[in-house]
């Protein structure tokens, strides 16, 4: 058996419903991204039974799909903006509407976690109001942030994380004093992140729209440059695009998360670079370096706007 989930909040807590319906932690468990998952299942297909798989909060195409049914039997539960193109006899499918993925699976299991559930609903729609989401989103953040360089580390913290919130709930995420120390580191990298999201944004108009881009070579929490941005002097923006610069040897790569303020379907834009997600909340991986200029110029395009 096999879980594969998102590498976040909302992936997190859909691990931990699914080792609280399995009565286990011990459950062999990748965290990934979309733009990962095809990667994700042929690694994980190599001297494994292939016997039952798990996919939560990630969604998925046609060829994620088909490699997929190569397992026995597959539940692949997802709330982004997705139809599987094609349907396998072996394969349940339940995608939906939903501010979490985690709600979907805890529905599916028959499991009661209201207080869980609303933390991260709150968390995956950006809307943050209760302490529990605050923990919930600042303890992923942490981890995230300290361990994102290494693979093997961060597998292994988010699945610390779940198993905490399985066998505690958010408890004993506030109560374990390692996280503690690492929220408090988090919070004021936060603070500075914030502040320079405020300076160093790039404001664009095209037609009625405003269109805040910022680009970086570091990780950074896009939830906390969205709310920072919130504040500049220009905002509320359609849309704000981050874009994440990389270098892996010779080969340079773009990330791009896109956000809004007004409800604008950010996800169109994102299809457009072959990303998904959901409509106030996509993104898209790129093989190649996209300046800001660029996406300004291919964002014109897309809009049919000069
Ligand atoms: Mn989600």
Known sequence: MLAITHGDADGVCCAALFMKHSKSTDIPLVFTSPAALKDTLCRNMIKR????LYIFDLSGNKKTLRIASAWDKVVWIDHHNWEPEESFENVEIIVKSSPSAARIVAEYFGIE?????????????????SEDAALLRNT????????GRDGKKLQAMLGESAKIIAEKGLEGLQEQESFKEMREK???FVSQVESEALEK??????????????????????????????RHAEAPFDVIAVLFHRANGNLLS???ELRTHTGFDVQRIAMHF???GHKVAAGASLEKLLLGESFIEELKEILGKA
Do not use: C, H
Not at 113 to 129: I, M, Y
Not at 215 to 225: G, K, M, N, W
């Open 140 to 147: 992923i953040g942490a981890i995230k942030w300290l361990f």
């Open 113 to 129: 976690e209201e207080r869980l559930l609303k933390a991260v609903d709150e968390v995956d729609t950006n809307s943050v109001q």
């Open 274 to 276: 072959n990303g998904g």
């Open 49 to 52: 039974k292939l016997d039952e």
């Open 201 to 230: 944004v790039k404001v664009y108009t095209l037609a009625d729209l405003k269109i805040a881009v910022y680009e970086t070579p570091r990780f950074l929490p896009v939830y906390a440059i969205s709310n920072a941005l919130l």
């Open 254 to 256: 773009t990330k791009m």
């Open 186 to 188: 988090y919070q004021a």
